[in-house]
């Protein structure tokens, strides 16, 4: 005899056929958004891998989300024609997205080199796990109405948490910082491993960053924090404005107040982006919230419910009854409109009484974005096809930065272009198609939508698992960076912990009552378009700090328009578990997982390790074994280059500290009078790892910057001419792989001029001269240079290396051009007809 269906399961309910998987997958989803928050690997980090488990997680977090729906189904009433076209327009988004990743994993390969391979596949493993990530989030949270605005309170939650943090920051922490530096400037220095000596332009920046700079949350940029904090934003708006009216005092009060805190953190990050963005999205997503229609067919949707005796209603139990009121069109509108007026009030006063140069410069930075996007479509027409790669822009972008552009960047500040410089004109196009695609599977949406939701034991512990994650998240990355000393102070965390979560507990039981699915994926729009309105000048595309966020909330707003097959098949007898999409399903994760943890994950870590321990080994005097143990890391990633930098820096100093004291230099030669055997043999080894270093790191001239630096101070200490000259061949190459940067053509000048060559320093000079002018940049300025002096010094080498400013050294070289000038001038005075 057949056993009965389950009465509490309906033809349109997911339950999961594995509930496993799909529970895993939810309760990582929501870690994953936890630990990259505490750790965003902003700027350049994703390149040099710290990303690598974020995208870990997010494989298999996608992976469970393509486990768990392999076999999708469309509602009962659709004709097969409507089943075709809502699969296609399901399907062409994930295989769009897909080939970008593809294309920017084959465009690593073949752009390194010239470009470094290790940077490249770091950085092609953040587009697969996003494309991972967002494909398998759809299938995860499709027709999970409870889930899905769970994930968004949990998003706002954790933009809460950060602003916390950054006014704490903003208050608290930067004047304390900014105090301890006016004590003991060298010491902060020395703290954050800055070399750089007074009146240099690094310590020019460094302190105009820490003077004039804003709060950054866990990140690295104020640009990717605002980005955090405009989503919450947008997102604690539509919150606020779709509940009003089941709030009570206190919840309202609740409810501003978070949002306040946010509009607070968002103006202290100084982010112009941010704000102008936040300020449109909020205002969208409040008028959004307005809309009557899809209140009111809930609170329809619910009195049908109890009229017909249903036991469950999406994801969550039938509200309390002073909580389904009717809606007051007239107690909706001055919550809006004083939320709208509160942020004009408050943009205004930013403008009005804010630091006037932070106003005046908006036009300038639009400029400086101007000069990015040039640079970077002159890159790429240059590399068509693939770009500088992916992780190898800043490297390439330095040859076609404008002479009078000051900044070096890390990315062109806007994610299409940032698209544009790591796979050329295709993956620009792919991503542009996969928009549009997206577009047009939303006008035609009809994906069945879940009216009662799951049963609700499995709502129910999917829930708890959804917040466990998040919980266990927070806990073991809080501990994490206390562990690694990068954690913010107590009370900020504690303050943190208490008021984002207070928000959280607040606004919940009303955002699962008043939120329908349609409303989750509106408001996911309009929160997605303010952020890539902010990517549109900004950086972030690639920080999984601020992207894990936008590719979730992609995911609500475009959902899967299919359902699970359990939806509709709940005896366990009847399903495989191993059925042919399945098994490709497990294949190709598992591929995944294993080449991103054997190919990246374990050589990158090692090598860090390794460099960690080297690390305190030269702190502790032990040049020697610091060598060893960089010798080792070097091994341990045969793509890695900074690991070859640091031991050929080891290298360099275990053959300046080698030199017995007999060892001098010959006064009438300016050279060494003897090389003992064991100075040559230390030489033979520092060369070698040169080589090493060079042959890895592809056409980067801070590299040969560095290297440069090296070999001048080997110089410095024993004068071999070769040391010099070879000095000269890596200035070479960086000017032309930097001809815009002025320390290296007043390098260069030097250096020529320590070998002879009179014609080449004065063009070097006249080049460093001419750039350090451009941009109306102080820290431009010849005399913020500090470059290596390119002459022997002996035994005062083993202090450090003998540094002066540009303007100093090659003042012979530029006097020239004023004498010039002025008989220039003199001449041309002279020959004027008398009036």
Not at 25 to 33: A, M, N, Q, R, S
Not at 252 to 280: C, E, P, Q
Request: glycine letters at 8%; a neutral charge.
């Amino acid at each position: 005899m057949g056993r009965a269906a389950d009465p509490a399961v309906t033809p349109n309910a997911p339950a999961s056929a594995s509930p496993w998987v799909l529970s895993a997958g939810l309760g990582l989803l929501t870690f994953t958004l936890i630990f990259a928050h505490y750790f965003p690997a902003d700027s350049t980090a994703v390149e040099l891998g710290d990303a690598l488990w974020v995208c870990l997680l997010a494989i298999l977090v996608g992976w469970a989300g393509w486990w768990s729906a392999s076999e999708d189904i469309t509602a009962e009433q659709d004709s097969p024609r409507q089943v075709l076209g809502r699969r296609r327009r399901n399907w062409i988004p994930d295989l769009l997205i897909f080939t970008v990743a593809a294309w920017i994993v084959l465009a690593a390969w073949q752009t390194s080199p010239p470009g470094n391979l290790r940077m490249a596949s770091n950085e092609a493993w953040w587009w697969v796990a996003a494309a991972v990530w967002w494909t398998g989030t759809r299938r995860l949270t499709a027709g999970r109405v409870g889930i899905r605005r769970l994930l968004i309170l949990i998003i706002i939650t954790i933009s809460l948490a950060g602003a916390v943090e950054g006014l704490h920051q903003q208050w608290i922490s930067l004047p304390a910082d900014r105090a301890r530096y006016a004590a003991d400037p060298e010491s902060v220095l020395a703290e954050v491993g800055i070399d750089a000596p007074p009146g240099s332009a690094q310590r020019m920046a460094f302190e105009n960053r820490l003077n004039d700079g804003g709060p950054i949350g866990t990140f690295a940029l104020a640009n990717s924090f605002a980005a955090q904090l405009l989503v919450g934003l947008v997102l604690s708006v539509a919150v606020l404005v779709r509940s009003w009216n089941t709030l009570g005092n206190l919840h309202r009060a609740v409810g501003l107040g978070g949002w306040a805190i946010l509009v607070l953190a968002l103006v202290a990050t100084g982010s112009r982006s941010g704000m102008a963005s936040g300020v449109l999205a909020s205002l969208a997503a409040g008028w959004l919230s307005l809309n009557p229609s899809g209140r009111q067919n809930k609170v329809k949707s619910i009195a049908d419910q109890q009229d017909s005796g249903a036991t469950s209603s999406s994801g969550t139990a039938s509200p309390p009854e002073d909580q389904v009121r009717p809606n007051k069109q007239g107690s909706w509108q001055p919550v809006v409109i004083g939320i709208g007026v509160l942020m004009v009030v408050t943009l205004t006063a930013v403008v009005a009484f804010g630091r006037g140069e932070w106003v005046r410069q908006a036009p300038m930075s639009l400029a400086f974005r101007f000069q990015y996007w040039r640079s970077t479509a002159a890159m790429a027409l240059d590399h068509p096809w693939f770009g500088a790669g992916p992780g190898n822009f800043q490297s390439l972008y330095e040859r076609y930065r404008e002479p009078s552009a000051n900044e070096q960047i890390a990315e062109p500040h806007n994610f299409l272009m940032e698209t544009l410089g790591a796979g050329g004109f295709i993956a620009a196009a792919l991503l542009i198609i996969w928009l549009l695609s997206l577009l047009a599977s939303q006008r035609h949406s009809s994906a069945p939508e879940n009216c009662h939701g799951e049963s609700p034991p499995s709502e129910t512990r999917n829930q708890h698992v959804v917040l466990g994650g998040f919980l266990v998240g927070v806990m073991l990355c809080v501990m994490s960076r206390w562990v690694f000393g990068a954690s913010p102070a107590f009370e900020a965390v504690l303050a943190s912990f208490v008021l984002a979560g207070g928000w959280f507990v607040a606004m919940r039981s009303f955002v699962q009552v008043d939120w329908d699915d349609a409303f989750v994926s509106s408001v996911g729009r309009v929160a997605i378009a303010g952020l890539l309105l902010h990517l549109t000048v900004s950086g972030g595309w690639t920080v999984p700090g601020v992207a894990l966020a936008g590719w979730t909330l992609g995911a609500l707003a475009f959902p899967s328009q299919l359902v699970p097959r359990s939806a509709v098949s709940v005896d366990p007898d009847s399903r495989s578990r191993w059925d042919p999409p399945r098994l490709a399903i497990g294949v190709i994760g598992l591929a995944l997982v294993c080449g991103i943890g054997f190919g990246s994950i374990r050589p990158v870590t090692q090598a860090a390790r390794l460099s960690r321990q080297a690390e305190f080994s030269l702190m502790d005097g032990r040049v020697d074994q610091a060598w060893r143990l960089l010798n080792q890391a070097v091994d341990a990633d045969p793509w890695d280059f900074r690991a070859a930098l640091s031991a050929a820096d080891a290298s360099h100093w275990r053959l300046i500290l080698a030199a017995p004291s007999q060892v001098g230099v010959d006064p009438q030669t300016d050279r060494v009078t003897d090389a003992s055997a064991e100075v040559q043999q230390r030489h033979r080894q520092w060369k070698s790892m040169v080589d090493t270093t060079l042959r890895r790191s592809g056409v980067s001239p801070s590299v040969r910057r560095a290297l440069a630096g090296q070999s001048l101070h080997v110089y410095q200490r024993f004068g071999f001419a070769d040391d010099l000259s070879f000095a000269a061949e890596l200035l070479n190459q960086s000017t032309a792989a930097s001809p815009s940067h002025q320390w290296h053509w007043a390098q260069l000048a030097a250096v020529r001029q320590a070998m002879g060559d009179h014609a080449g320093a004065k063009t070097a000079a006249d080049t460093a001269d001419t750039l350090s002018k451009l941009g109306n940049n102080y820290q431009r300025w010849l005399d913020r240079q500090f470059i290596y002096l390119p002459k022997v010094v002996g035994d005062e080498a083993n202090f450090g290396p003998q540094t002066a400013p540009a303007s100093e050294v090659l003042q012979n070289l530029l006097d020239e051009n004023v004498v010039s000038a002025k008989i220039s001038k003199s001449s041309h005075s002279d020959s004027q007809p008398e009036s």
